[in-house]
């Protein structure tokens, strides 16, 4: 199927500002079962100069600088992007000993996914959810994942929250309520407890009325004879066809959609609009 989304973002200064450079998070990456079809991006101001990059965890990203005073800043992308059935189990753990937790990672790849094995926010009570979790699927890996997945989903209640990072771990499964960024934290913070390389995903879910006005996020995780796979605790599902990713981190501070700063005294609204939907 195509998926076309419409991403834009309105913001407004109550006087003329000078913006410093902004960097955007908005370009979908292409994955072995979804490839893009059309992007645009447009910038209003237009600015000086746009430097594309490919940042240290292979995202695309873009960098605008500006010169002249301006009292908004607006961006409009559009895309399309072919996203494929495919079978989202149909892959082998090897060496074989992963399908049991706790694993451990061959050398070679340790060195590479150390950033996602960092421990942070995993508290004593995180991580007792998840041995318990795991414990329930007889330590089975790929069982332990969707469990979790499901479990997040069915029995913590999902609120709206624009703005702002994720909570941490422990306060959302303390409260038992959270967004899907504090979802993927806590399901990534999990994931950690138990030696599993986990990051953070942001991008767009077409399928869910709650989400096809917004961006999304999800956790990915890397299993030896899989590589990286999508797991959404908001949905309780692995993630198949109707994600289209944007960046990847193990820090969701690094990929946030925009991010910069203007100098001036003015104050700032920002307007979102997001639409997700199926195409030709």
Same mark, same amino acid.
């Given at each position: 199927?195509? $998926?076309?989304? !419409?991403?834009?973002?309105? *913001? #407004?200064? !109550? ?24 992007? #645009? ?31 908004? $800043? ?18 082998? &753990?090897?060496? %074989? ?5 706790? %694993?451990?990672?061959?050398? !070679? &790849?340790?060195? &590479?996914?150390? =950033? ?6 995993? #508290? ?16 089975? #890996?790929? @069982? ?20 702002? =990072? =994720?909570?941490? =771990? ?16 806590? %399901? ?15 991008? *767009? ?9 917004? $961006? ?32 990847? !981190? ?5 990929? @946030?959609?925009?991010?910069?700063? %203007?100098?001036?005294? @003015?104050?700032?609204? &920002? ?10």
């Amino acid at each position: 199927m195509i $998926l076309n989304v !419409s991403h834009r973002l309105f *913001y #407004t200064y !109550s006087e003329s500002v000078i913006l410093e450079p902004h960097t955007f998070y908005l370009y979908p990456k292409a994955y072995p079962h979804q490839q893009i079809v059309s992007y #645009t991006m447009t910038i209003d101001p237009v600015p000086s100069m746009l430097v594309q990059n490919i940042d240290a965890e292979g995202n695309h990203q873009r960098i605008a600088y500006f010169r002249e005073a301006t009292s908004w $800043l607006n961006v409009s992308v559009e895309m399309a992007v072919r996203s494929d059935d495919f079978n989202l189990f149909g892959f082998v &753990l090897f060496p %074989f000993e992963t399908e049991q937790l706790p %694993f451990q990672y061959p050398e !070679s &790849l340790k060195k &590479l996914l150390q =950033p996602y094995l960092v421990r942070e926010g995993v #508290t004593t009570y995180v991580e007792q959810y998840a041995r318990q979790t795991a414990a329930s699927e007889r330590w089975k #890996t790929v @069982a332990f994942l969707t469990a979790l997945c499901r479990d997040i989903s069915q029995n913590f209640v999902y609120e709206r929250r624009e703005v702002g =990072p =994720p909570m941490l =771990p422990e306060h959302t499964l303390i409260g038992r309520k959270g967004t899907c960024r504090d979802f993927a934290q806590l %399901f990534v913070a999990c994931c950690r407890a138990l030696g599993i390389a986990a990051r953070f995903v942001s991008g *767009y879910l077409y399928g869910n009325a709650l989400q096809e006005h917004d $961006l999304h996020a999800w956790a990915e995780v890397f299993l030896p004879g899989a590589g990286w796979r999508g797991f959404d605790p908001t949905e309780g599902n692995a993630v198949i066809n109707n994600h289209i990713h944007l960046a990847a !981190s193990a820090d969701p501070a690094l990929i @946030a959609p925009v991010t910069g700063v %203007f100098r001036g005294r @003015a104050k700032s609204t &920002l307007r979102a609009e997001v639409s997700v939907g199926e195409g030709i």
